[in-house]
């Protein structure tokens, strides 16, 4: 985990504050957006975790989203389930139990391998939901009401409220960094991107590669699926289009636009990309070809993301520094 | 543009009363059956081994390459359109599509070659937007009939009830052609050798002096217009519709993985197992049909995880 250097810290801290008094200003369109992106920013995350970190390029990252929407979507629907305290675990568990398949699928395979196994599995998950008139088939579901976290009579925490949504939101956000950074502190975080930078030294280290990255899998999977959850409370509606590939695009475009390997990045890119999506509609309604033609851009003259022009920006003095930047996510090493 | 299925198939199958009623029905049915899982193993076999070739040789991986099964596709559909003629049509398309190809290598994968996997499949994502669009505002979002040409727009009667129609046994017999050519020119050409020496170690054909953008425009192009090809002789039987060249590019990459990436023997026998499964799939278990490819690829993975004719990784 890179040790944060302070003036990215301090624009962290400046931008948490931004976030937190930011429903007292903005309007109700801007505070949903909000919403949105930290939504985003989550679900960007958990895939940082495996592509950032440990090096594991998956294009299936959408099914553990939506496969947590859905859940939470279908135990309120079906099961009349509203508490948070029931609906987050049964979430993230049932995302957790397919990313333990499909990770111990896909974990014996590197490289290519693997970016087309975790497409090719999570495109069965998508027709698993696409398919199946339980989960509402192609037209997707509706969800009646909004989670809410109550003890007895008394309603601490009410969903459908956009305030409380926004905030709540804005926790999950701060508590998935904080748990995330402890993460990459400890001696699972070195590993891991120990196996990134150089699998084969891990291994004849005596790590065993194949439990670290299947570990990170899962715990990426599941972070995905409280993301998921999120989206469900939010937009009270999943389709399939939330589990759909263009989704696993999207959030690995956002993860390499803000900057792999950080976690601060995967946050700056959903909010950049969502806001430029914004802005851009009110030019012309083709914003996917404007998100195509920057895509590629990105690749060709970015491809260290926002984050990486910071770090270049914020200490352009020696050449290590430049080549951690370089690296994106060795930084950690470099700092250890 | 997720919102349609592959649509292959619908049209000739029989009403299911008929499939009940003798022994005989059941096996011109099942026949049927085979012979459209073959065909559609065919058309994937001529998109994925592009796919396949171009990641072994140029070692890219591209997902855009269903865009070109849309490109070619709609290419038809505009020139069949254009000309009147399905000859004509398909005579202009082919080497447009070969441009379109070229064009795309030159212009943008050549500036993937050194670089990360990532950043490959996140180039050819914003690719694929690109193109998409394109489609969009050149030919709009709706779907568009082809029309067979006369002389294949009739059926051979099998039964009373059951026919094959011409045009699918043709798809089949011109893939089998295509897949015969490609088959005699990377065994038996010089340009077929540099090819196969080129998928078993890269580094050693360009340290032998074989110029390499040369070669990997060649099959880069090659596979582009293989997959377009494809695309142009299915436009009648699946008409053209957004979102097309995903669903094929997916399952293209099953078929990739499943015979092991950089073997076109391995494309060839994949194309065959997805296209049965798929249609076998479609007859048997109709609720899960979209599952069962997938299922198919999980288990080979857990025999085989290099793929049935991978090398072992």
């Known amino acids: 985990m890179p040790t944060l250097s302070r003036p990215v810290a301090a624009l962290l801290v400046l931008g948490l504050l931004g976030l937190m008094v930011f429903p007292a200003f903005g309007d109700t369109f801007y505070i949903r957006l909000v919403t949105k992106i930290m939504v985003l920013a989550v679900f960007a995350m958990s895939l940082d975790l495996l592509v950032g970190y440990t090096g594991l390029v998956s294009l299936g990252h959408a099914a553990f989203f939506g496969i947590g929407g859905y859940v939470a979507g279908v135990l309120i629907n079906k099961g009349d389930v ?20 499909i990770g111990w699928i896909s974990i014996r395979t590197t490289g290519i391998y693997f970016i087309m196994i975790t497409l090719a599995l999570a ?53 998935v960094f ?47 699926g409280l993301a998921g959850f999120l989206e469900a409370s939010r937009a009270v509606y999943m389709n399939p289009a939330h589990v759909s590939w263009h989704e696993s695009g999207l959030v690995l475009v956002i993860v390499l636009l803000g900057g792999m390997g950080t976690l601060y990045g995967p946050i700056l890119g959903a909010f950049v990309l969502v806001l430029l999506e ?5 030019i012309t309604d083709r914003w996917l070809l404007v998100m195509g033609l920057f895509v590629i851009c990105m690749v060709l003259f970015l491809p260290n993301g926002i984050g990486g022009l910071i770090n270049r920006l914020v200490r352009p003095r020696s050449r290590s520094d430049k080549q951690a930047a370089a690296g994106a996510g060795s930084v950690g090493v470099a700092d250890g | ?53 171009v990641f072994g040789i140029m070692g890219i991986i591209n997902l855009a390459h269903g865009s070109f099964y849309m490109i070619g596709a709609y290419l038809a559909y505009w020139l069949i359109g254009e000309t009147g003629s399905f000859w ?42 690109v193109f998409n669009e394109m489609r969009s505002i050149l030919w709009g979002d709706d779907v568009h009939g082809v029309a067979a040409p006369a002389i294949l727009s009739g059926s051979f009667w099998l039964t009373d009830t059951q026919a094959y129609p011409v045009y699918r046994l043709f798809i089949s017999l011109v893939c089998v052609a295509v897949a015969g050519i490609l088959y005699l020119v990377i065994q038996r050409t010089r340009l077929g050798m540099t090819i196969r020496a080129g998928a078993s170690n890269r580094e050693m054909v360009q340290a032998l ?87 198919v690829m999980a288990f080979v993975l857990l025999w085989r995880p290099q793929g049935l004719y991978g090398r072992a990784i």
């Open chain 2, 88 to 129: 004509l049509g398909l005579l202009a398309a082919i080497p447009l599509s070969v441009l379109v190809g070229l064009l795309v290598e030159r212009l943008g994968i050549a500036f993937l070659y050194k670089r990360d996997h990532l950043y490959q499949v996140l180039f050819t994502y914003g690719l694929i937007l």
């Open chain 2, 1 to 53: 543009m997720w919102r349609k299925k592959h649509v292959r198939g619908a049209e000739s199958r029989p009403p299911p009363s008929c499939v009940t009623r003798g022994r005989w029905m059941d096996l011109t049915y099942y026949l049927i059956q085979i012979l459209n899982g073959l065909q559609y193993g065919f058309l994937l076999f001529l998109v994925a081994s592009g796919l396949t070739l």
């Open chain 1, 123 to 175: 495109q069965m998950v998508y027709y698993f939901f696409h398919d199946i008139d339980f989960w509402g088939g192609a037209d997707g579901i509706n969800i009646y009401s909004r989670p809410l976290l109550a003890f007895g009579e008394t309603v601490l925490l009410d969903l459908s409220d956009r305030v409380s949504m926004y905030y709540f939101t804005l926790g999950v956000m701060v508590a």
């Open chain 2, 209 to 295: 002096g074989i110029d390499v953008n040369r070669l990997f425009a060649i099959v880069f192009g090659l596979g582009a217009a293989l997959a377009a090809f494809a695309g142009m002789i299915a436009a009648p039987i699946s008409s053209v519709y957004p979102g097309m060249g995903e669903h094929v590019l997916i399952i293209s990459f099953v078929v990739v993985v499943i015979g092991g990436v950089g073997s076109i023997k391995g494309a060839f026998v994949g194309a065959m197992i997805i296209g049965l499964a798929d249609t076998f799939g479609t007859v048997f278990l109709p609720a899960g049909a979209g599952v069962v490819v997938y299922a």
């Open chain 1, 278 to 282: 914004d802005f851009v509609a009110g």
């Open chain 1, 82 to 101: 509203t508490s948070i305290l029931a609906l987050v675990p049964a979430a993230m568990a049932a995302s957790a139990l397919v990313a333990a398949i």
């Open chain 1, 178 to 224: 904080l748990l995330l950074s402890v993460f990459l502190r400890a001696p699972f975080g070195r590993t891991i991107v120990g196996i990134r930078l150089n699998e084969g030294r891990m291994t004849a280290l005596g790590y065993d590669v194949r439990h670290y990255k299947l570990a990170a899998f899962i715990i990426a999977g599941t972070i995905a």
